[in-house]
């Protein structure tokens, strides 16, 4: 690491573009939580600039192709039936279309995250999204002696994913600030579960209407061409840390390992990775599992013939896709009014919301596993509540990682995140429902009802789980109160010397320190 230029008193010196060196020993809430504060205390100014229109499209382009990023990943959850029928494989077979997708997706990541930070991140994304568009389309094409070609595009398919969900969080970080960026990342990270329900109606829709489950997966790639073209030329490459620094942004002053030793240290930040890890083995196990749960429970309960071919009743599919998407946005946007109302007056508010919402979905999601064998009605109901618990936590969960780390290791700690959480959460909870139920099958009758009583038990460790991650957000939320009144004292300090904050304590590593000259 080059050496830093002394700080030169306000002065002596024009406006910085400041550079981060190795920030690896500083007390946690110090300089991350500064940039933080000086964004509120920015909000408050009345002559702070508004980001330009441009920004706002920016953000638009990127919830589309975030909205299309959701939709493949889930077309494959809502034709699984006619594919285990085409393939002729069972549960745990099925489930490794989305573990390998997620394997891949899991262990690009943290390349992308590396790249994210220290090169241009439209070009990385663009490249990705390249990637995801060819394999995408060529997974439509596949025959049935192919499953396994279709695993290995799947897999392809997670390196455009895996650029495109580590990056484009960070870029709308460095285009606003404070509550502004709040509601940007809301409206973002809605699409979420609107992309993942509008996968579940497209691919059940498609295929009823064209009767072969192949046209579903060509939808999205067709769509992601304007998704690529907007990409190109309305997404800009802002400056790392930008909107905290009025346009002059971050420069990069640590390795690879010094981010990651700085993360680690980071205790809101691992607790609320170990939440939303256990998110996502919720999630993803339910996401992929419930409309196939759904299917075989009206069967068990005579309501509909068993699929015999490959063109399967989509009924659940459509239905789970629609709750989906309105759970998705209520909750979305309740958890975000939630956390601006109650942020002043709570600062450890945001992890207390995901903590209620996982707490709270548990038993609802419990009771709508156990009451498909009377009242499918029922279970939609339940259904209802416990996604609409679990949306609370989607744009909540991906502001809290923007204001504890600094702009210039995000992509690196967005990396981490992804991988940590696909690693134990959605790349084998699926598999492991899988395989749960085809054991649980074995002592069972080969029946109907056999197949969905095995399903369903093997469902019950999802909410488990779920609970879980309720607990590592409460933990998490001791630490960010006691971090935030840190840092504000801290970052008082310094706008009042006209610096930024410098190190408090004795520290084993280097201090962060302002510089004139750009690495």
């Not at 099925?94 to 690009?108: E, G, M, N, Y």
Request: hydrophobic share 45%; aromatic share 10%; net charge neutral.
């Amino acid at each position: 690491m080059e050496p830093m230029s002394p700080v030169r008193s306000p002065q002596e010196r024009p406006i910085p573009r400041w550079s981060l060196a190795s920030g690896a020993g500083l007390p946690y809430g110090s300089l991350v939580e500064s940039l933080s504060s000086l964004t509120q205390l920015e909000e408050e100014t009345p002559a702070t600039p508004r980001p330009p229109p441009r920004s706002y499209v920016a953000v638009a382009v990127l919830c589309y192709v975030n909205l299309l990023n959701y939709m493949e990943r889930y077309t494959i959850a809502g034709v699984l039936l006619n594919i285990q029928k085409f393939f002729v494989i069972k549960n745990s077979t099925a489930a490794l279309l989305q573990t390998v997708f997620i394997c891949s997706f899991l262990l690009l990541a943290p390349l992308f995250g590396y790249l994210g930070d220290r090169y241009n991140r439209k070009y990385i994304m663009i490249g990705g999204l390249t990637v995801w568009l060819v394999t995408s389309a060529s997974s439509s094409f596949v025959t049935e002696s192919q499953f396994w070609l279709l695993m290995l595009l799947r897999g392809l398919v997670g390196v455009g994913e895996a650029s495109y969900s580590t990056i484009s969080p960070t870029i709308i970080g460095d285009l606003f600030t404070g509550t502004r960026r709040s509601a940007m990342i809301c409206v973002f990270y809605i699409f979420i579960p609107i992309g993942s329900g509008l996968g579940y109606i497209t691919g059940a829709g498609v295929t009823a209407l064209t009767g072969d489950w192949h046209w579903a997966l060509r939808i999205t790639p067709i769509l992601g061409v304007v998704g690529l073209v907007l990409l190109v030329f309305l997404v800009p490459n802002p400056a790392r840390g930008a909107a905290e620094t009025q346009g002059e942004g971050l420069t990069v002053r640590s390795s690879y390992l010094e981010d990651v030793k700085y993360l680690l240290k980071n205790k809101s930040y691992v607790l609320s990775s170990m939440g939303v890890t256990a998110t996502a083995f919720l999630t993803g196990a339910m996401a992929f599992w419930t409309p196939t749960f759904l299917s075989t429970a009206r069967v068990a309960q005579g309501q509909t013939p068993p699929c015999n071919d490959e063109h399967c009743d989509s009924t659940d599919s459509l239905i789970f896709g629609a709750l989906t998407v309105v759970t998705g946005i209520m909750g979305g946007c309740l958890g975000s009014v939630i956390s601006r109302l109650l942020r002043e007056k709570v600062p450890n508010v945001d992890p207390i919301i995901c903590a209620v919402g996982l707490l709270g979905s548990t038993p609802c999601l419990l009771v709508a596993i156990f009451v498909a064998s009377a009242s499918i009605t029922a279970t939609y109901v339940f259904i209802f509540f416990g996604q609409l618990l679990i949306a609370l936590n989607w744009a909540v969960m991906a502001d809290i990682l923007l204001y504890v780390v600094v702009p210039t290791r995000r992509s690196t700690a967005e990396a981490l995140q992804i991988s940590v959480c696909h690693l134990l959460g959605d790349a084998g909870s699926p598999y492991l429902v899988g395989v749960i139920s085809e054991a649980i099958n074995k002592s069972a009758p080969a029946s109907a009802v056999g197949r969905f009583y095995s399903l369903q038990y093997s469902l019950v460790v999802c909410p488990c789980v779920g609970l879980l991650g309720g607990l590592f957000f409460l933990l998490a939320a001791l630490y960010i109160t006691e971090d935030s009144k840190a840092a504000r004292r801290l970052v008082e300090g310094s706008l009042n010397e006209g610096a930024p904050p410098q190190q408090q304590g004795p520290s084993s590593d280097p201090p962060v320190e302002a510089s004139d000259t750009e690495k």
